[in-house]
C-alpha cells in the first residue's frame, strides 16, 4: 500500500537519533533514514541508490535480516517501530519491476 509506506517512511522522519543505522541496529550499516526520506519523497531510483550504497544485495539480505533496525528504532519506544524491513524490500521490489537493477 502506497500511503502505508509514506506513513511509515514519514515517522521515520520524526527521528532524533538514529540508533537504526548503528551496529546494534544494521550491522551493515544502511543509511535507514536517508532511504526513507527518499521514499517519502517518492524518489524510488534515488531510495535505491542510496540503499546501494552500502549493501550491494538487498533483494537478499532484506528478506534474511531478522531486522534488528526496527528493535533499535525510536519509534518503537511509543508505538510500533517503523516497518524498515517492508521498505527495504518495496525499495529493491521496485527497482526490479523498473528495470533498475
Not at 18 to 25: A, K, M
Not at 46 to 58: G, I, K, Q, V, W
Not at 75 to 95: D, Q, W
Request: aromatic residues 8%.
Amino acid at each position: 500500500d502506497p500511503l502505508a509506506l509514506k506513513q511509515q517512511s514519514a515517522r521515520c522522519m520524526d527521528c532524533g537519533t538514529p540508533f537504526c543505522q548503528t551496529h546494534e541496529g544494521c550491522p551493515i550499516n544502511n543509511l535507514i533514514p536517508e532511504f526513507n526520506e527518499l521514499v517519502y519523497r517518492e524518489q524510488w531510483k534515488e531510495a535505491l541508490d542510496r540503499l546501494h550504497s552500502t549493501n550491494p544485495f538487498p533483494e537478499f539480505t532484506g528478506r534474511v535480516c531478522p531486522a534488528p533496525c526496527e528493535g533499535s528504532c525510536v519509534a518503537g519506544l511509543v508505538e510500533a517501530p517503523v516497518t524498515i524491513k517492508n521498505i527495504e524490500n518495496t525499495i529493491i521490489n521496485r527497482g526490479f519491476a523498473e528495470g533498475w537493477v
